[in-house]
């Protein structure tokens, strides 16, 4: 099973500010994605992060706002730029690996903006 | 798109009876369903996946059951405990043409009492 670090755990931001989460994975995988959880709601898939390529926006997400970056197979950024209140929310970057096609997700980044 | 419903209130059940979880969907039936759990402050952590040509699959104190006609899936923790206290995801397929991506729905937050 994948083991992913993801860091940092939580930060409070200034409005207008960006935040950079860093997500390290034990093992080389071919798709990392990111995703976003609201309060009281579902985990809502943000991008798939593909090494060597740029990274799939799902609807309602751009790369302006939420750029990442993947500049190997263990590893990938995901950065939320120009935060505002809206953008107070759990992120998570995970990987798919192994039978049943499980996702692995890191220990989530608690954002908070001010 | 799928639609993925899961109960928003609160299960609470005292230790060592079954708990019961639902999981709806509308739309297309999906190749397979997952089932996740996830405490506070953590990433969801994989527990069962049961594909459509399965009726009922077991891990230990888990049972899941998926009925593609009632497109409906049901997750049972038999003699529960506290310790089974968090919170319950289905995922599916988002796409039918099989993409593997997972939508997870909202969860089930399922409250054990001793």
């Known amino acids: 099973s994948a083991v992913i670090s993801q860091k940092p755990s939580r930060d409070i931001c200034q409005r207008g500010t960006s935040l950079t989460i860093q997500c390290q994975v034990d093992s080389q995988v071919t798709m990392m994605f990111w995703y976003r959880q609201q309060p009281g709601q579902s985990l809502t898939l943000i991008a798939t992060?593909?090494?060597?390529?740029?990274?799939?926006?799902e609807s309602g997400f751009v790369i302006d706002k939420f750029p990442i970056s993947r500049p190997n197979l263990t590893f990938s950024t995901l950065t939320v730029s120009n935060m505002s209140p809206e953008d107070s929310s759990i992120y998570l970057c995970?990987?798919?690996?192994?039978?049943?096609?499980?996702?692995?997700f890191g220990s989530g980044t608690q954002l908070s903006v001010l | 798109s799928q639609k993925i419903e899961q109960n928003s209130e609160a299960l609470n059940i005292q230790e060592g009876k079954t708990a019961t979880l639902t999981c709806n969907y509308t739309n297309y039936s999906p190749a397979y369903l997952q089932w996740y759990r996830q405490d506070p402050g953590r990433g969801p952590v994989f527990l069962l996946l049961i594909r459509e040509n399965e009726k009922e699959k077991r891990k230990e104190r888990l049972k899941v059951t998926f009925d593609t006609t009632l497109k409906q899936s049901l997750f049972h923790i038999t003699a529960s405990q506290p310790a089974d206290s968090a919170t319950y995801l289905c995922a599916l397929p988002r796409g039918a043409g099989g993409s593997y991506i997972p939508t997870f729905g909202r969860g089930t937050s399922l409250i054990v009492h001793p």
């Open positions: 995970s990987v798919q690996q192994g039978a049943d096609e499980k996702l692995f």
């Open positions: 992060a593909n090494q060597g390529s740029e990274a799939t926006y």
